[in-house]
Every structure is written in structure tokens, then in C-alpha cells.
């Protein structure tokens, strides 16, 4: 092989075929009984093949030794997807009381190439799961770093939750998701985290206790960009089965209203009215005034009952979800039947 | 928390503009030709698609090293696809693949990813549909139901969720796929659905939408996996169902395809898992009318499991004949009645016409295959879910998915219509009735 080249990685470079090593000189490989007529058959190189073949004999053997150990590193390096070799490496990490520390930075170097992969998630779960509350400043950490790359990533998030509810660290949970929302308004993942963290935080009152600070924070979040979704989203949220609350707050209706008024992004806002209205609330003239001001052409003069109108409205500035809104009006309340 | 706003776009807003930039691109390149080269534009390239799949059948090359745990799935998206397309698979190769799937099942039960691996309940998933959409006794009567039905139980756990496999994650997804299995092939019991609606229902979040595990967020994948399962274990009603449906057909953005989470980007694999969730939401109707007239009534109506004979799932319906222990005579009175005065919607709740057009314009490859979005590169999974996401476009105003639709449903040449599917379990609709009366029988 071609040395000099700094490119290649070490292990690659220097790789030896088991079947040249001496410590594996014992052990006859099991080929894999794809049968004579293999559909989707993969033409895996002749490395992957014959570290698959040794892992089938110890794994068929049950052999949990140190050697099997390092085969599982080579054999999850060639294919990080395979739950039954990342299974054995459990067992064998068990059984061999390796330091599972060592254990969160092999995982660490698989996830850097893998880490969109359920099986390495999975692992570093179980792992520190294993490692109780030692493990949780580096739970924290890694996902932050994972995160800090890809603020959205669905499995960084889930571990992180995980982390937090099994090993602890809320304090600083809130603060974090408001340094993403800070880079990003738009990343919903930041504000599911805040939803999770008001809901379930020992350190936090719960969602009743946060409702009024998260409110203020949430309508200011409107206010800067209306056209995002998870902010209205959120503002919902907040009111989870309490609906009169909803209803009532007058800091729910204004909003609407403000954003209405400005005749701009107005989508949300207008949904969310549908949405209180059919929850009870009562928009007064001013609503009404700023809904004219909208000056939406082709109407249905019809549509004397607000709601209606704004149904009709959504129709036509929604139009990818015109028979949504169609269906909406059809279900509106004092459409009597 | 002063400056929220800034002059420099976000990282979602960049992102979301290059897609947009560059979908809108093939929109007015679309819009500016003759109507003929439009209709070619729209094809859907049905020798392509199918020459990628079957070459994938026979062979796939050393960089699918990384799928060497999930080769069920790849029978599946490969068979499923040509299935959709109308195609069949010549006998060799039909017997080839229930050769091979016999040497993915672990001797206890279940398939596993490959020959020699441990069972998993996604390859299970993929195992048992591709067996259904191959059909014949020989392909159906190779599975062993009574060891898979040990594999779901041991994999079943006390909370309602499962693990994917021994000592495996515990998700949504295992939740489908092991309820859509038992269900199919008639193994579903009270065993297997304790608690799993619970577990479920704690996976819906503020949005509407289902994640993968309590407290993750709203997932297209997943939100598909837990209305499929709550349908089929016949607690459907205890969902918000307005707010998933809601926070579904807001999945559908101007970029005509779907988005898997809010505030991120179109992917044509959600053409199915959002696209199907409206689909089966269609079907709810009567459910769905009556939590929203629950909701301007202000009054809570006590949770109680709530029967459901009204549903068009054949699948659920057997699950209650077998002997349910609950009293369901509360609901039988209102089932009619509601029948009769439910608004039935005829259109479908997300933009049909629009999705196709997403699929057929932008997530279609030149070589065959079907892709993400433009500038992504092709593979069967996506191959399998627009097209499952195609098909579903079709149908989505048929009342009778036998009956073929109208052309108006059909986006491009008539020639683009695909099989319906059974939404419940994608397969296509016709090898589920095969299956459904080798395993269940007449009824």
C-alpha cells in the first residue's frame, strides 16, 4: 500500500487481514448463508466480507473475550448499522468490565462519520445509562457539540432529553434553547426543547407557573418574525389543556390582532383566530375592522359571520391548503347541520 | 432577549431559500414550455424506475456495505415500487426472495437484516410486506406465525412501547411496525395492545404532530407510524385529532411536497408519511367531527374506548370481532347516526395535484429512481415513498379505491397511474386482499 499519504487513515493503511494475524489463527471464519440465489446480494470488499465471516464465529460461539471485543470496533468501523454486532459489544463490554468513558469517546469517533444511525444512539444511551449521573456533563456536552453542527439533528435531541431526565442537568437547559433561538428563531427542535424543559424541569414551576414569562417571550418572538410557525405554534402550547385560558388571555387576542393590523405574514395569525373563535372567543369591531383593512378581493359576501370570512380569506392566501380551510368553514360551529 | 431580530437570515431561512430557489427553478422552466413538452415533464418514467429497481434486485454494489443490516427493507422498497408501478417480478427471482427472506428469520421468531443477525422488528416490517406483495401460498405460507408472534410479545414492553430487537431502542416506529404486522397477519391480541395507546398518545406533542418518544418533536416518519398503530389497535379517538391534522396539512409548503418538521425542508419520502397521515386522517371523519364539536361545546367529554365499527379499515374491524371484552353498546346508536349526517369530504385535506407535481418534477431522477430533492441522489427507499406518496395522490378521491380515478386525479398522462395501496400497511391493495384472506379467511 502506498505510504506518505496523509489522507488515509492509519488503520486503513496499516490494516492486516485477519486471516494473517496470529491471534485469530484458531478461529475459522463462518461465511454468510446468503444461500445460492442471494437477491439485493451486496458486493461487500473482500475486508468487509472476511471481518463479517470472523464475527459470525465468535458471535456463533459466544465468544466473549478481548480479541472479539476489538473485532466488533473493525466490524461496526465497516458498518455502523449492524444492531447485532453493536448487541455483542454490549455483552462483551459487560462481561470484560471495560471503562465505559472509553467506551463514550469510541462511540464518539464512530458518530463523527455515522451520526445519523439509530444503532450508535442507541449504544451511547445504554452506555451511559451504565455510567449513571457521571455521565452527565458529557451527555450534555456531546450532544451540544453534535448539536452545534446541526441544531436540528432528531437523535442529538432525543439523547439529550434522555440524558436531562435520566442523569440531570436542567439548570442550564432554558438558557441553551434561548442561545439557539437567538441564532436561529426558526429552529422548532429549540423550541420543542423549551416546551420540554417548562413541562418537565424539577428546577422549573411547571407549565402553569412559566406560562406568563414564556408568553411574553413567545408573542416577542412573534412580533419579530410572524411568518414563523413555531413560535404560534408554541404560544398554543403553552396553553395545553387549560382552553378558557386560551380564550381569555388578552395577550393572545392582541397579538393576533397587532399582526393582522400590519397587513403583513398574517397567515398565523389569522389561523389562530379561527382557532379562538372555535374555542369561544368573541372578537369585537376591531377585529372586524382589521380584516376589511385587509382588502381581500372576491370575498363571498356570504360570509356575514367572521369566522366564514376568515376562512375564506385563508382560501385564498393559503392556497396550497385551500381544501383544508374549505373543510375548516364547514365544521365551523354555528354551522347548524 | 432584546434582538430577535437580525439582518442576516437564519440558518433555517438559507437553507429553506436554496431549496426553494432551486425548486422554483424546474417550477418556471415547467411553465414556460409548449403544453407537449409539459406532458413529458410529467411522466412518470416507468421503464427507468423499474430498470434501477430490478438492477437492485439482482445486484447492489460495495457502498450498500452500510445497508448490510437492513436487507429486507431493500426487498421491500425494490417490490413494493415495481408492485405500484403495475409490474411483476419474473418467478426466479419472486422464488429467490422468499428463499433469501427464509434465511433472514431467526429460528424464535422474526426476520433479522440479514442471514445469521438477530431479529429486528423494522426488517420483520419489511420482511412480511414484501412476502404479502410477492402473494402466492408459498411466499405467505413461509411465514411462521407462531414464532413471530413470540418475537412481538418478547419484544413488548410493560410501558406499551416495544424494542426494535433484544436490548434494543424503544420507539414509535417499533410500535407500528410490530402492531401492522400482527395485525396483517391476524396475530393481534389484547397482549399486544395493552398500553400501547398510552404509550402513544404520550408521543403526540403541543403541535399536534407525533414524535418518536415522549417529549422528541413532531416527526412526519413518526406521526404516520403512531395514527397507523392508534387506528389499528382501535384508539385512534383518544389522539387530538384536529391538531394532528392540522399540523399535518401545515407539513405541505410552497414548494408543493412535504416537510418532515416544522421550519425544515421539503423531502419527497414525506410525500407518503405526511401524505399517508392525511390519507388515513380521511377516514376519521366522524371521530374527528365529533372532538371538534367536543372543543366549541367547552364541555370535556370522560376518555372511554371508544368502538370503532365506523372505520374502513377491514383490519380493525376483524381485530373487534375477536371477542373484545369491553361494552361497546354506548357507541353502536351514534355510529349511524353520525354516518348519516357526517360532511364527507370528496377532496382530499392536503393539495393533491401539487404533491404529484412535486413528485413528478422534482423528486424524479433522468436514470430512474426517485430522490429527496433535486440535488439529492436517488435510492430505493425514496424510490418506494414517492411513489407509495404517488399513488396515494391518485386515490385520494376515490371513495372506492377500486374503481380507477377520475383523470382530473391524475397529474401528467393517464399512463402515470400507479396501484392503490392499503394506506394502513403500504401494500398494494389487491396483494392485501390476497393476504388478508390467507390469513384471516372468509368473513
Avoid at chain 1, 283 to 303: C, H
Avoid at chain 2, 205 to 214: N, R
Amino acid at each position: 500500500m502506498a505510504s506518505g499519504s496523509s489522507e488515509v487513515e492509519e488503520e486503513e493503511q496499516e490494516r492486516v487481514m485477519l486471516r494473517d494475524r496470529p491471534e485469530w489463527a484458531d478461529v475459522t471464519p463462518v461465511p454468510q448463508d446468503d444461500g445460492p440465489c442471494p437477491v439485493v446480494p451486496i458486493n461487500y470488499t473482500e475486508e468487509f466480507a472476511e471481518v463479517m465471516d470472523y464475527f459470525r464465529a465468535v458471535y456463533l460461539a459466544d465468544e466473549r473475550s478481548p480479541r472479539a471485543l476489538s473485532l466488533t470496533a473493525e466490524a461496526i468501523h465497516f458498518n455502523a448499522g449492524n444492531y447485532t454486532v453493536w448487541h455483542f459489544r454490549r455483552l462483551l463490554l459487560e462481561l470484560l468490565k471495560v471503562d465505559l468513558h472509553e467506551e463514550l469517546e469510541f462511540i464518539e469517533r464512530i458518530a463523527a462519520k455515522n451520526s445519523k444511525n439509530y444503532q450508535i444512539w442507541h449504544h451511547r444511551r445504554r452506555v451511559a445509562e451504565k455510567l449513571g449521573p457521571d455521565a452527565r456533563n458529557a451527555e450534555l456536552q456531546f450532544t451540544k457539540k453534535v448539536l452545534s453542527v446541526d441544531a436540528k439533528h432528531y437523535h442529538a435531541w432525543s439523547h439529550r432529553q434522555w440524558a436531562l431526565q435520566a442523569l440531570g442537568g436542567w439548570e442550564d437547559e432554558l438558557d441553551y434553547c434561548s442561545e439557539l433561538l437567538e441564532q436561529d428563531i426558526f429552529n422548532n427542535s429549540a423550541w420543542n426543547q423549551r416546551y420540554f424543559v417548562i413541562t418537565r424541569s424539577p428546577f422549573v414551576g411547571g407549565l402553569k407557573a412559566m406560562r406568563e414569562s414564556e408568553v411574553l417571550y413567545t408573542i416577542k418572538a412573534i412580533e419579530a418574525y410572524p411568518e414563523n410557525e413555531s413560535s404560534w405554534k408554541y404560544l398554543r402550547g403553552l396553553y395545553k389543556g387549560e382552553t378558557t385560558s386560551w380564550v381569555n388571555d388578552p395577550q393572545v387576542s392582541s397579538i393576533c390582532l397587532k399582526i393582522l393590523s400590519s397587513k403583513s405574514n398574517y397567515l398565523f395569525a389569522l389561523s389562530t383566530l379561527l382557532d379562538l373563535i372555535c374555542h369561544g372567543y368573541q372578537p369585537n369591531q376591531d377585529f372586524r375592522d382589521a380584516i376589511e383593512a385587509l382588502k381581500i378581493p372576491d370575498l363571498d359576501s356570504q360570509d356575514l359571520d367572521i369566522a366564514s370570512m376568515i376562512c375564506s380569506i385563508l382560501e385564498k392566501i393559503d392556497p396550497i391548503r385551500v381544501n383544508y380551510w374549505i373543510w375548516r368553514k364547514s365544521r365551523l360551529p354555528h354551522v347548524a347541520q | 432577549m432584546d434582538e430577535m431580530t437580525s439582518s442576516s437570515p437564519t440558518v433555517s431561512q438559507r437553507d429553506q431559500w436554496m431549496v426553494e430557489s432551486q425548486v422554483f427553478q424546474i417550477y418556471q422552466l415547467f411553465a414556460t414550455i409548449p403544453p407537449n413538452a409539459q406532458s413529458l415533464m410529467l411522466e412518470l418514467q416507468r421503464d427507468k424506475h423499474i430498470e434501477f429497481l430490478t438492477k437492485g434486485l439482482r445486484h447492489l454494489g460495495p457502498n450498500f456495505s452500510v445497508l448490510d443490516a437492513n436487507r429486507p427493507w431493500l426487498c421491500y422498497w425494490i417490490i413494493h415500487s415495481i408492485a405500484l408501478l403495475g409490474e411483476s417480478i419474473d418467478d426466479e427471482l419472486q422464488d429467490n426472495t422468499v428463499e433469501f427472506l427464509n434465511r433472514c428469520k431467526d429460528p424464535n421468531g422474526g426476520f433479522a437484516g440479514g442471514p445469521g443477525q438477530m431479529p429486528h422488528l423494522a426488517t420483520t416490517y419489511a420482511a412480511v410486506n414484501t412476502l404479502i406483495t410477492l402473494g402466492g401460498d408459498k411466499s405467505l405460507a413461509s411465514i411462521n406465525r407462531d414464532k413471530l408472534y413470540g418475537f412481538l410479545r418478547r419484544m413488548k414492553q410493560p410501558n406499551g412501547g416495544f424494542r426494535m430487537h433484544v436490548e434494543g431502542e424503544i420507539d414509535v416506529r417499533a410500535c407500528y411496525t410490530a402492531i401492522s404486522v400482527a395485525s396483517v397477519l391476524n396475530i393481534l391480541d389484547e397482549e399486544l395492545t395493552q398500553n400501547v395507546g398510552d404509550y402513544i398518545l404520550s408521543c403526540q406533542t403541543y403541535e399536534g404532530g407525533i414524535a418518536g418518544e415522549p417529549g422528541s418533536e413532531a416527526h412526519g416518519g413518526y406521526t404516520f407510524c403512531g395514527l397507523a398503530a392508534m387506528i389499528l389497535i382501535g384508539e385512534v379517538n383518544r389522539l387530538d385529532l384536529p391538531r394532528l391534522v392540522e399540523w399535518t396539512v401545515f407539513r405541505q409548503g410552497k414548494e408543493c411536497g412535504f416537510q418532515g418538521r416544522t421550519n425544515k425542508l421539503v423531502d419527497g419520502c414525506y410525500s407518503f408519511w405526511q401524505g399517508g397521515a392525511v390519507a388515513l386522517l380521511q377516514r376519521l371523519y366522524s371521530i374527528i367531527n365529533k372532538q371538534m364539536a367536543e372543543v366549541s361545546n367547552i364541555s370535556s367529554i370522560p376518555e372511554e374506548k371508544v368502538c370503532l365499527h365506523g372505520t374502513s379499515s377491514d383490519a380493525a374491524s376483524h381485530l373487534w370481532h375477536e371477542g373484545m371484552s369491553e361494552s361497546c353498546s354506548a357507541d353502536f346508536k351514534n355510529i349511524g347516526y353520525n354516518f348519516i349526517n357526517d360532511w364527507r369530504a370528496k377532496d382530499p385535506l392536503f393539495h393533491s395535484i401539487a404533491l404529484q407535481q412535486y413528485i413528478l418534477l422534482c423528486a424524479q431522477e433522468q436514470d430512474g429512481g426517485l430522490r429527496d430533492k433535486p440535488g439529492k441522489r436517488r435510492d430505493h427507499y425514496h424510490t418506494c415513498y414517492c411513489l407509495s406518496g404517488l399513488s396515494l395522490c391518485q386515490y385520494s378521491w376515490s371513495k372506492h379505491p377500486d374503481s380507477p380515478p377520475l383523470p382530473k386525479a391524475v397529474l401528467g398522462p393517464y399512463s402515470n397511474l400507479l396501484e392503490p395501496i392499503h394506506p394502513l400497511y403500504n401494500v398494494v391493495l389487491e396483494r392485501y386482499r390476497e393476504a388478508h384472506e390467507f390469513f384471516v379467511g372468509g368473513s
